[in-house]
T-cell receptor, first 112, second 114 residues
Framework: DTAVSQTPKYLVTQMGNDKSIKCEQNLGHDTMYWYKQDSKKFLKIMFSYNNKELIINETVPNRFSPKSPDKAHLNLHINSLELGDSAVYFC???????????FGQGTRLTVV | AQTVTQSQPEMSVQEAETVTLSCTYDTSESDYYLFWYKQPPSRQMILVIRQEAYKQQNATENRFSVNFQKAAKSFSLKISDSQLGDAAMYFCAYYTGANSKLTFGKGITLSVRP
């Protein structure tokens, strides 16, 4: 069983479109994250949710909106996609008090 | 703000030899955690090793060990008996409960020569 799974693995779309990336974890963790890895491989946190509540919202354009329907799911919706949004997006989860994060396999988003 | 610095962008090691990857960090917190993650070409992020700041003993996981120098804010990873499968990007990361997020360094690309 995959611990943290993201769909899709690859996403190619045109500028201006709206797209979503889904994430699910079956580890029973209470905290979930979205990270962005840019073309230089730099990893930066975007959002963090704890028990469905937003606790971290880094400086991210408001075209990006996370949604957590329950503590096992954290989806990322992106409106009006731009070329600069092309990156790998990672979902991760952790348990408070345990600290290490477990990552999904990443979604490579390419905006053309 | 916490920062994590990996100043070497690339390193190379001969198979079966030992290599050390460097990492420094800056923080005013006393309670925190440090990690090394491995990212192979498959792009999956894999936890290699973890160190709690309150523990003086350096963490070890099989061929992987760390040299944690809290006063110097240094956290290096030593890979012994390097194998071809160790070739990957390695990221140093810092976590504190104060802001509940992992802060990553820029990563280092490790290549292993057969």
């Amino acid at each position: 069983d995959t611990a943290v799974s993201q769909t899709p693995k690859y996403l190619v779309t045109q500028m201006g479109n709206d797209k979503s990336i889904k994430c699910e974890q079956n580890l029973g963790h209470d905290t979930m994250y979205w990270y962005k890895q840019d073309s230089k491989k730099f990893l930066k946190i975007m959002f963090s949710y704890n028990n469905k509540e937003l606790i971290i919202n880094e400086t991210v354009p408001n075209r990006f909106s996370p949604k957590s329907p329950d503590k096992a799911h954290l989806n990322l919706h992106i409106n009006s996609l731009e070329l600069g949004d092309s990156a790998v997006y990672f979902c991760a989860s952790s348990q408070v008090g345990v600290t290490e994060a477990f990552f999904g396999q990443g979604t490579r988003l390419t905006v053309v | 703000a916490q920062t994590v610095t990996q100043s070497q962008p690339e390193m190379s090691v001969q198979e079966a030899e030992t290599v050390t990857l460097s990492c420094t960090y800056d923080t005013s917190e006393s309670d925190y955690y440090l990690f090394w993650y491995k990212q192979p070409p498959s792009r999956q992020m894999i936890l290699v090793i973890r160190q709690e700041a309150y523990k003086q003993q350096n963490a070890t996981e099989n061929r992987f060990s760390v040299n944690f120098q809290k006063a110097a804010k240094s956290f290096s990873l030593k890979i012994s008996d390097s194998q071809l499968g160790d070739a990957a990007m390695y990221f140093c990361a810092y976590y504190t409960g104060a802001n509940s997020k992992l802060t990553f360094g820029k990563g280092i690309t490790l290549s292993v020569r057969p």
